[in-house]
């Protein structure tokens, strides 16, 4: 996972009856509005020893139930061109450090995760500090807009075949597209009915 770039997105979901983690890494947030129709903001895992680093907040979230402003050393002051900016243009404007999970308010819904009760996935996220210098990715569901969220590698598989997605993470295997043949793929663009 050495080539993740330090604005890379990576999507974790889990299984717990398989017991496994999957992972679906875009180089940028761009390459979501293939995927889903929206992008829900502010939704991100954060190391549990780096949260208040980072956010206003001091405690656990482990089930991504609190929301807390990024701190305001963190942020970025919008210049004068980005807010006479009107609509989309003024929403895209970056307002923080961690652009891909800060919206307007500068408000995210965090979860933290801790080494004792996510070993897994709090080493993935201490590498990926230790790569970029930042504890914190997005973290969002891993469907198609209007597709029920994965739950098994089969339906990884087709998800990270059927869209942009570059890489895909599913347990210890990391798959690059590619290296995939490219007639497993599927076009998942108007699969599914849009909610």
Not at 77 to 93: H, S, V, Y
Request: net charge neutral; proline share 5%; aromatic share 8%.
């Amino acid at each position: 996972m050495h080539q993740i770039k330090a604005h890379s997105s990576v999507r974790i979901g889990s299984d717990r009856s398989f017991g496994l983690i999957f992972a679906a890494v875009f180089t940028t947030v761009a390459a979501w509005p293939l995927l889903r129709a929206k992008i829900p903001v502010g939704r991100l895992s954060v190391l549990s020893e780096h949260v208040s680093d980072w956010f206003e907040i001091d405690e656990a979230s482990p089930y991504m139930l609190m929301v807390a402003d990024v701190v305001r050393d963190r942020r970025r002051t919008m210049t004068t061109e980005e807010q006479a900016r009107f609509g989309i243009d003024k929403l895209n404007a970056i307002r923080s450090e961690i652009p891909a999970v800060t919206p307007v308010d500068y408000s995210a819904r965090i979860r933290t995760v801790h080494r004792d009760t996510n070993p897994i996935y709090h080493a993935l996220l201490a590498r990926f500090r230790d790569l970029t210098g930042c504890p914190v990715i997005v973290n969002t569901s891993f469907n198609v807009r209007g597709e029920p969220i994965v739950c098994t590698p089969e339906h990884a598989f087709r998800c990270f075949m059927g869209t942009d997605i570059e890489r895909l993470v599913v347990g210890n295997a990391m798959l690059s597209k590619e290296q995939q043949n490219p007639a497993l793929g599927q076009d998942y663009k108007n699969a599914f009915a849009l909610d």
